[in-house]
């Protein structure tokens, strides 16, 4: 199997990391998310987040040449959410007391399951913690529970947000980097 490459997005790649992270949510989302549910969360929340991409801080993960994954970390306040998601918050964290912010993961359904979301999870996490973070949080989709979970972050109470309408159920996480 070709190795993972793993590096910064750029600008011109967004719309086909959006096509992807549409593609995975459709994909892999059942049956954890009903369809209206994935395209609520794909109309209001999933997408790439332009501040991280012009931060460097956006990843895109390649096999063969080929968009295998997408996702990163961030020193900003927002936890979650793509350009769309209205309640984004562009202030910087502080690692001395924040946890770095583990950001818009998603595989592309031909990939998963193959590693990638594990490079690309090694990668932020190191990130972060080259950047002085001891701590990292993230919000997890249903789908995504099971993997973060495996990799030692820990599950908070759920939360439901509603997405024009649609109520989506969600689960933040967190874990300390060694």
């Known amino acids: ?36 549910e994935t395209e609520a969360a794909i109309t209001h929340v999933f997408g790439v987040d332009s501040e991280l ?20 970390w961030s020193r900003r306040t ?6 769309r998601y209205a309640a984004r918050e562009s202030g910087l964290l502080d690692p001395a007391t924040d946890a770095a912010r583990i ?22 996490e190191h990130a972060a913690a080259s950047h002085g973070f001891t701590r990292t949080a993230l919000m997890a989709t249903l789908p995504g529970e099971p993997f973060y979970a495996a990799r030692g972050y820990v599950p908070s109470a759920p939360v439901t947000l509603d997405l024009g309408g649609t109520p989506v159920r969600f689960v933040p996480m967190d874990k300390p980097l060694a």
């Open 103 to 124: 950001r818009a993961f998603f595989v592309a359904p031909g990939f998963a399951r193959q590693g990638v979301g594990d490079a690309l999870l090694r990668a932020c």
């Open 1 to 36: 199997m070709e190795p993972v490459i793993i590096r910064a997005a750029i600008a011109a790649e967004v719309p086909a990391l959006e096509a992807l992270i549409a593609a995975s949510a459709r994909a892999l989302g059942p049956p954890f998310y009903t369809a209206a």
């Open 53 to 72: 991409v012009a931060d460097g801080s956006y990843l895109v993960a390649t096999r063969a040449g080929a968009l295998a994954g997408c996702g990163g």
């Open 78 to 83: 927002t936890l979650f959410g793509g350009d």
